[in-house]
């Protein structure tokens, strides 16, 4: 079992931080692009996540959808070979649609229609699966950019971390269902909408399309679904293809947890998909655990003096307070420790396992990256 993930930044062409909620997803990724920076590799950090907290850890002002060279003042040192250089780019959902509306419509005039539809304007973004399936899509445009010789994706905050891997069938499940299609070709063979077909097939098909009403807006959904119903074959084509694109040896998944029990067990079923899937999981992080202070607990005496220390008036209650919250943080250290032996254990045929530690602060400039990214990656 390796402790180091240094080798997948030079040996592969991307690295893919999957887990579920607010594992640290974005903080590992972003760890990580530091690494291979300062290894000398030209990385782009792709993410999904507009956090602010992760533009102003790379000095940025904001996370953008265009590509950020990240000031190599900031994150480089001495050593770091010249060739290095770190890119930011947050993914623009609906712009990354737009694209792939534009390669598959079946004329300039369909393309048009779809983009200038005021119902592609409000749903393009929000259709179940399309972030996760944006993602996959701009990774693979992206993949073979000369530019790079490494991108590192972080993935969406889903709930449910398996959304990822159903992105593209779940997104073109939710335009292509039978019931739309009925919709479609009731309207195409009328031309318009009847009342009563509305009433038939509207409750399912505007279930996912908010809450608008009138026969214009009908009209238009209709218009959209049936100019969008030729752009399906291209759209599987090329799903088909993205997937098979992150079944490569080039391409690595990391999986993040926390050692909560619950997190554990969810990141076990997801190395399961992964598995089953053909997706190479090459490493496993259980972030934020809580280390066990290996020393015996505080005397009295030095309870006393550490309360002197901080100018408090010592007192049973603070001296029982402080050995409680010592003992309290001795029983949470335990119990990651246990969820750490059962992920390794359970997930065991992941190559390399990594376990960073719980920092007192959130990670939120390059400093705290650093530390993290010495953890992920540490020094020979
Ligand atoms: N090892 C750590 N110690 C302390 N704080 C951490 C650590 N790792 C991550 N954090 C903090 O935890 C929070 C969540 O981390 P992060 O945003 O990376 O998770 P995520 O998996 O990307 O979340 P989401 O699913 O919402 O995208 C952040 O505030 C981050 O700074
Ligand atoms: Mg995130």
């Not at 369909?110 to 983009?115: K, P, S």
């Not at 779940?170 to 019931?179: E, T």
Request: with cysteine.
């Amino acid at each position: 079992m390796q402790s180091s993930l240094g080798d997948l930044l030079t040996s592969r062409r991307v690295v893919i931080t999957v887990g579920c909620g607010g594992v640290g997803k974005t903080t590992v990724a972003a760890s990580l692009a530091l690494a291979a920076a300062r290894a000398g590799r030209r990385v782009l950090c792709l993410t999904i996540d507009p956090a602010k907290r992760l533009a102003t850890s790379l000095g940025l002002r904001e996370m953008r959808s265009e590509e950020q060279l990240v000031d190599r003042a900031l994150w480089a040192t001495e050593t770091t070979p010249a060739t290095g250089a770190l890119t930011a780019m947050m993914l623009d959902v609906r712009h990354t649609f737009d694209e792939l509306v534009g390669r598959y419509a079946q004329s300039p005039a369909a393309r048009d229609r779809i983009l200038q539809n005021r119902i592609y304007r409000e749903v393009a973004g929000s259709l179940a699966g399309t972030p996760e399936y944006m993602a996959m899509e701009k990774l693979y445009a992206l993949k073979d950019d000369g530019r790079y010789d490494l991108i590192i994706l972080d993935t969406p905050p889903t709930s449910n971390a398996l959304d990822f891997l159903d992105a593209p069938d779940k997104m073109i499940g939710a335009m292509d269902s039978p019931a739309i299609r009925a919709f479609v070709s009731a309207f195409e063979r009328t031309g318009k909408l009847s009342f009563s077909l509305v009433s038939k097939a509207m409750e399912k098909v505007l279930s996912g399309l908010g809450t608008f009403t009138g026969i214009e807006f009908l009209t238009q959904v209709a218009e959209f679904l049936s100019d969008i119903q030729g752009l399906f074959g291209g759209f599987k084509d090329r799903a088909t293809r993205v997937r098979e694109t992150m079944m490569g040896r080039d391409v690595a998944f990391v999986l993040v947890t926390s050692p909560d029990p619950m997190a554990v067990g969810e990141a076990m079923f997801f190395l399961e998909r992964l598995q089953t899937s053909g997706m190479n999981a090459e490493g496993l992080v259980v972030n934020r655990v809580r280390m066990a202070d290996d020393v015996a607990p505080p005397s009295v005496d030095r309870v006393a003096s550490l309360l002197a220390d901080a100018k408090v008036e010592p007192s049973t209650d603070l001296a029982a307070a402080f050995t409680r919250a010592w003992r309290d943080a001795s029983v949470w250290a335990r119990r990651d420790a246990a969820e750490v032996s059962r992920a390794r254990r359970e997930m065991a045929s992941i190559p390399r396992h990594i376990v960073v530690p719980a920092y007192e602060n959130d990670v939120l400039d390059v400093s705290a990256l650093e530390r993290v990214a010495n953890v992920l990656v540490p020094a020979r």
